[in-house]
Each structure stands twice: as structure tokens, then as C-alpha cells.
């Protein structure tokens, strides 16, 4: 199955436990369309580049998730008219990348452990 990200931006305006209930229900339709959740990263809140929605920040939320090639469409579906997202974005890893990102994590983990 290929992997993907997909990348939510919520409102910063929700608290951690309005923004944790989002992450579950973004889990419930992952389990709903059979997806394999890979990690969560929560990067917390960050200043967007332009306004989007009237907002000037937001909570970034990434997800890392194996799925069937119609996923992004399944997302999309999902996230379009959440009212709390400001905006998303599903694309699929390429193997060649996933590899370098392995083996980049590795290197910087032997770094550590040298230092």
C-alpha cells in the first residue's frame, strides 16, 4: 500500500482538548477507510504566511499514514467542509524518499550518541 502525509491546519483558536478530539476524529475516519496510522506529530501553533480564513495562526498537525491510492480523495471528502480546518494537504512518499528520510533519521541518531 503507498504511504502518505497529510498535513491539517485547525484553527489555533481551539483548545488542546477541542484539537485532540479533531486528531480522534481524524483517527475514526482513517479506521473507517482502513488506513494504517503510521505517526502523529502535533507541531503546534505557527504563524501562517498569509491569512487564511480571517486567521492569521494555526495548529499544524501532521499525519503519516499507509492507505489505498484513493486516500487523498477520501480526505479530501472528509476534510473539505470541516469548519476548524484552515486548510489540508494529502501527498503520497515516494519509496526514494522514504528511504532517505530513514537513513537521515539514523545518521542523526548515531550523531547523537557519538556527541
Not at 40 to 49: D, E, M, N, P, T
Not at 68 to 73: L, N, S, W
Not at 80 to 106: N, P
Request: charge should be positive; glycine fraction near 6%.
Amino acid at each position: 500500500m503507498p504511504e502518505y502525509e497529510v498535513i491539517v491546519i485547525y484553527e489555533a483558536g481551539l483548545t488542546e482538548e477541542a484539537l485532540e478530539a479533531q486528531v480522534e476524529s481524524f483517527r475514526g475516519f482513517l479506521e473507517r477507510e482502513r488506513a494504517e496510522l503510521l505517526e502523529v506529530q502535533k507541531w503546534g501553533r505557527r504563524r501562517l504566511a498569509f491569512e487564511i480564513k480571517k486567521k492569521r495562526e494555526g495548529s499544524y498537525v501532521l499525519f503519516r499514514v499507509k492507505s489505498k491510492p484513493t486516500f487523498p480523495q477520501a480526505v479530501d471528502r472528509h476534510l473539505k467542509f470541516a469548519e476548524v480546518v484552515l486548510r489540508y494537504l494529502a501527498v503520497r512518499v515516494e519509496r526514494a524518499a522514504r528511504a532517505k528520510a530513514a537513513t537521515g533519521a539514523a545518521a542523526s541518531g548515531a550523531e547523537r550518541e557519538g556527541s
